[in-house]
Nanobody
Framework: VQLQAFGGGLVQTGGSLRLSCAAS????????MAWFRQAPGKQRELVAG???????NYKDSVKGRFTISRDIVKNSMHLQMNSLKPEDTAVYYC????????????WGQGTLVTVSS
């Protein structure tokens, strides 16, 4: 089972990026998926999550700017990030629930997002 996150990069304040997470080895259509991020010197935090039914939740500071989505057929997930701010700079990770649906068991390798001021 593998999750691969990609799409990060360097962008100026106010710019946009679209992150993608490709899943292989297992279908995640029945499980919750999410994006986390970890900034230098800080703990990893939940940015956005999405259920198998498409319900979403967001960290307060990204509401209205970020949109999480998933493609059940392609077994993938995306994070559209608009109006980026320097404080969004972090390594972004995609994650998926395990079979017991009690925790995020599967993690991607992370993709770096840098927002310059």
């Amino acid at each position: 089972v593998q999750l691969q996150a990609f799409g990060g990069g360097l962008v100026q304040t106010g710019g946009s990026l679209r992150l993608s997470c490709a899943a292989s080895g297992r279908t995640f259509s029945e499980y919750r998926m999410a994006w986390f991020r970890q900034a230098p010197g800080k703990q990893r935090e939940l940015v956005a999550g999405i259920t198998s039914g498409g319900r979403t939740n967001y960290k307060d500071s990204v509401k209205g700017r970020f949109t999480i989505s998933r493609d059940i057929v392609k077994n993938s997930m995306h994070l559209q990030m608009n109006s980026l701010k320097p404080e969004d700079t972090a390594v972004y990770y995609c994650a998926a629930e395990g079979a017991n649906k009690a925790s995020y068991k599967y993690w991607g390798q992370g993709t770096l997002v840098t927002v310059s001021s």
